[in-house]
């Protein structure tokens, strides 16, 4: 009878303290699963008078959105078009814990420049090490409770690979001890420990429309194979993480390359769509030793640079006209289309509710809806923000153009 009291108390205990501890970090492009989902939690129905400013810091420009480990944030910048830079903050208290910056700025296309020439790519941290790929396509991994620089990997210098016209793009992928990145001339498979190129694939062309892809990969599993899911400039393809094999490829019709999403999974299925292309859903098989790909439907809804995220049988999407917009994942139907909004939204869900950060700095609270697009608040977060919204427990994590800012809600 004493152990089954001194079981149940320690029961008890345990669960108190798992609700107490950290949930599942923000700690890559997209959020734990590169998905932009949570696990279900709830979340207020409201914004204002709900969630308050805990923190600001000004900052020098970045459209890199924050990630988060270990009651950690890391932020970068692009200072004085010259050198790059990372922090880490303390996130409850935003006290710097370490600093570091090195040389690394680049000009992109005069036709690109109102779209800024600072660091864009999102980092990504596992354990004791942090990624960060800077504009000139250096990869460079720093230690997470220090700063101190491991090693870092210079694409063009190491693989000859072309300096990305609008300079890197890709968030990096950690699996493991390994990870991937789309460099300016191919998906490269890196060493976690030593910065070492395991492998090179999806070669790409010199050419500015061709070279530097915009999207960044995700892991999948398709046909019962598990597999890196990529966006080339050109196709949809699914690699072997082991080998770098392309296992299947998928052209995908854009305008002047900009094939930029983060696909979408659902089951054997992924969903695409391009500027200047339009919305499609292929399912993947495997027959014998045979890959093949299926369009299951297509229409006529274009996205652009705003991934978006799936919701039951609901995928939820900005649009390149700047409309957002709700399809249905079995047949493409258009369920609904709002009126416009900015030009980029980052967004995330616990399944119930979405967060949209609109590139204006409005945050938007919404209800998925199969019939029209429900707001139930709106709040002014940021003067103009690209950066990929970050949710970490009840801190809502915004990057500024200019400042990292952490709300919390009740």
Partial sequence: MRFTMFFNATLAVFATTAGLAYGADWNQWRGPNRDSQLAEKEWPDAL?????????KPHAPSYSGPI???????????????????????????????????????AVPFFA?????????????????????????????????????????????????????????????????????????????????????????????????????????????????????????????GVDMKTGNVLWQQPIQSFRGMNILTPVIKGDRIFNTAHSGK???????????QWSVEEIWSQKSQGYMSSPVLIGDTIYLH????????????????????????????????????????????LLLVTPSSVALEIDDRMKVADDSWAHIAIQDDMVIIRDLNALKVYQWK
């Fill in 48 to 56: 204002n008078g709900r969630m308050k400013l805990v923190w600001e």
């Fill in 68 to 106: 988060s480990q270990d009651g950690m944030v890391f932020t970068t910048e692009t200072i004085d078009k010259t050198n790059e830079k990372v922090t880490a903050y303390d996130l409850k208290s935003g006290k710097v814990v370490w600093e570091k910056e090195w040389p690394g700025a680049m």
């Fill in 113 to 237: 420049a109102s779209n800024g020439d600072w660091i864009r790519s999102t980092p990504a941290v596992s354990g004791d090490k942090l990624l960060v790929l800077g504009m000139r396509d250096v990869l460079v991994c720093l230690d997470t409770k220090t700063g101190k620089e491991n090693w870092r990997l210079d694409f063009p210098s190491k693989t000859g690979s072309p300096l990305p016209a609008f300079g890197a793009v890709c968030s990096p992928l950690i699996d493991g001890d390994t990870a991937y990145v789309q460099s300016g001339g191919a998906l490269v498979k890196v060493s976690m420990e030593d910065g070492e190129v395991l492998w090179s694939s999806l070669e790409d062309t010199k050419g500015m429309m061709s070279s530097g892809s915009f999207s960044s990969p995700v892991i999948a599993t398709l046909a019962g194979e598990r597999q890196l899911v990529v966006q080339t400039r050109q196709a949809l393809c």
């Fill in 279 to 289: 919305a499609q859903l292929f399912e993947i098989s495997k027959e014998g030793d």
């Fill in 319 to 362: 649009q390149k006209n700047q409309r957002a917009t709700a399809l249905g994942t079995e047949d493409g139907e258009i369920r609904w289309t709002s009126s416009p909004f900015g030009k980029y939204w980052s967004m995330a869900t616990n399944g119930q509710k979405i967060l949209a950060l609109d590139n204006s700095g409005e």
